[in-house]
């Protein structure tokens, strides 16, 4: 008598499932994170000695930091970045935004208004709610017979002030995430 065994082919299958994680690079040390409409943005506040080189000084320093002068893109962040000067220093801090070209040399008027005279420098900041002025400001008035197209910021909010002030000792730089 011959047995025969008899075999019954089997497949085998094998499932492999891939899980990606993405985790989120937290900004470089000493710099806070907010998110904006246009994506994680960065600030860090610096103080320095009366920057003899104005306003074109601090855009060049926060270049340094692979960074540009800031926009504020509503209270929250104004509060925070006011919050991390006055543990730094007082005074006032240059932020990013110019007075628009067609409202220079003009006072507050129908078409230049405190919400639409100026704009955000720095491609993240959007919308005008970072607009937070002091009282009576914008203004443009004559600072040293100069125009008033740009801005700084204290413990008491926004103002427009000339470009070549020499008293501000602070800057708000950003850059994205």
Do not use: H
């Not at 710099?31 to 009366?50: A, D, H």
């Not at 855009?59 to 970045?81: D, H, I, P, W």
Request: glycine share 8%.
């Amino acid at each position: 008598m011959v047995c025969q065994a008899t075999t019954t082919p089997t497949t085998t299958t094998t499932t492999t499932m891939t899980t990606t994680t993405t985790t989120e690079m937290p900004c470089p040390t000493d710099w806070e994170k907010f998110e904006r409409p246009s994506g994680p943005w960065c600030v860090k506040l610096f103080v320095g000695l009366y920057l003899q080189g104005n306003r074109n000084e601090a855009s060049a320093r926060c270049a340094t930091e692979g960074a540009v002068l800031s926009g504020v893109q509503n209270k929250a962040e104004l509060n925070a970045m006011i919050s991390q000067f006055t543990r730094l220093g007082n005074g006032y801090f240059w932020v990013g935004a110019m007075r628009k070209t067609s409202c220079l040399m003009s006072q507050l008027t129908a078409t230049c208004t405190a919400l639409n005279s100026f704009e955000w420098t720095d491609g993240s900041t959007t919308g005008t709610d970072g607009f937070i002025w002091k009282a009576g400001d914008p203004n443009n008035y004559q600072y040293n017979l100069y125009d008033e197209p740009c801005v700084a910021a204290d413990v008491n909010l926004m103002e427009d002030i000339a470009c070549t002030r020499t008293d501000v000792t602070g800057y708000a730089c950003g850059k994205p995430l």
